[in-house]
């Protein structure tokens, strides 16, 4: 890598080992060809394509921190905390991801039966599903859009899946503190996914981000794929109130869609600390000279 050149990063990616759409071998080729020097596979409560995602990435002589995307039960809502930088063996992780699996296995049932009650086959489903490393709500939508029962995966969140549509099921996730935990404990660091994404007052989500904080997390995403620029502004806020570090990641599932193209996010300002300066060995220091940075940087 070259250090004036400085790294382009994107440290939130899907790949079929959860619901993103390519495997994690031509992810990691797409991820390459974009510019990406630095990058995380974070599939949604797995660390199954982390394997073959490495090899990519040698072969692409780029970095991958390892990663993880993990859902969250925390006040009656789902978040999601990226895990980076973690030993993919260590057990506290394994237990976490055994606990995943296990409440999205019978989340995946339950919203099946929910389904069948209404007259949309969801165990039906489900069974061709049985493949998958994880079902996610990503995998119906699909399944329903392959059937013809449905236009596209959105009408079938807004129609089904979405919350308080009749395929809704809540799932038994860990708690904010549970997952922190586990992440650190296998020596990786904690980061609040999108925190735009969520329905949260300005006050609610200040508030979160203490909570966060005060529980050990390291750091906010503050440039997501599909933001727009006043969103950046209020990430941007959180971090430097809370003194959290920043993290930038596209979300790609599909690098085919403009909104989700990896690399290409917003500059994390020079005042925020770069989460993925921990991972970068450049002859100027950490995270200076990055593409993801703001030239101001000192
Ligand atoms: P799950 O973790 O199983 O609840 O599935 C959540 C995933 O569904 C998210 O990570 C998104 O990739 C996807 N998703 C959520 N809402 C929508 C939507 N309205 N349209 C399309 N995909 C969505
Ligand atoms: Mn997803
Ligand atoms: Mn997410
Ligand atoms: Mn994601």
């Not at 969103?231 to 570090?245: D, I, K, M, P």
């Not at 403009?258 to 600390?273: E, H, M, S, V």
Request: net charge neutral; aromatic share 4%; proline share 5%.
């Amino acid at each position: 890598m070259n250090a004036e050149a400085g790294a382009r990063v994107d440290l939130h990616l899907h790949s079929t080992a959860s619901d993103g759409v390519l495997s994690p071998t031509a992810l990691i080729d797409a991820v390459a060809t974009a510019g990406v020097t630095v990058c995380a596979l974070t599939d949604h409560d797995t660390v199954a394509g982390l394997a073959e995602a490495a090899a990519a990435a040698d072969r692409h002589g780029i970095t991958l921190v390892s990663g993880i995307e993990v859902s969250v039960g925390h006040a009656g809502r789902t978040l999601h905390v990226v895990g980076l930088g973690f030993q993919p063996a260590a057990p506290s992780l394994l237990a976490l991801i055994d606990s995943l699996a296990a409440a999205r296995a019978e989340r995946a049932r339950d919203i099946a039966r929910r389904l069948d009650r209404r007259g949309m086959p969801g165990s039906d489903m489900l069974g061709d599903l049985a493949g998958a490393t994880v079902v996610t709500r990503t995998h119906f939508a699909r399944e329903m859009v392959r059937r013809g029962l449905v236009a596209d995966p959105g009408q079938a969140f807004k129609r089904w899946l979405g919350k308080g549509a009749p395929g809704y099921a809540p799932a038994a996730w860990p708690s904010l503190e549970t997952v922190i935990a586990a992440i650190g404990a296998a020596g990786g660091v904690a980061v609040l996914a999108h925190p735009l994404r969520y329905t949260l007052s300005a006050g609610q989500r200040r508030e979160l981000a203490r909570e966060f904080r005060a529980a050990g997390g390291i750091a906010i995403e503050v440039c997501v794929g599909g933001q727009n620029p006043a969103q950046t502004e209020v990430a941007v806020g959180l971090c430097l109130r809370t003194g959290l570090e920043g993290s930038v990641g596209s979300d790609c599932h599909d690098p085919a869609l403009p909104w989700q193209r990896p690399g290409r996010l917003a500059k994390l300002p020079a005042a925020i600390a770069a989460v993925w300066g921990r991972w970068q060995a450049t002859p100027a220091g950490p995270a200076s000279g990055d593409t993801n940075r703001d030239a101001a940087s000192a």
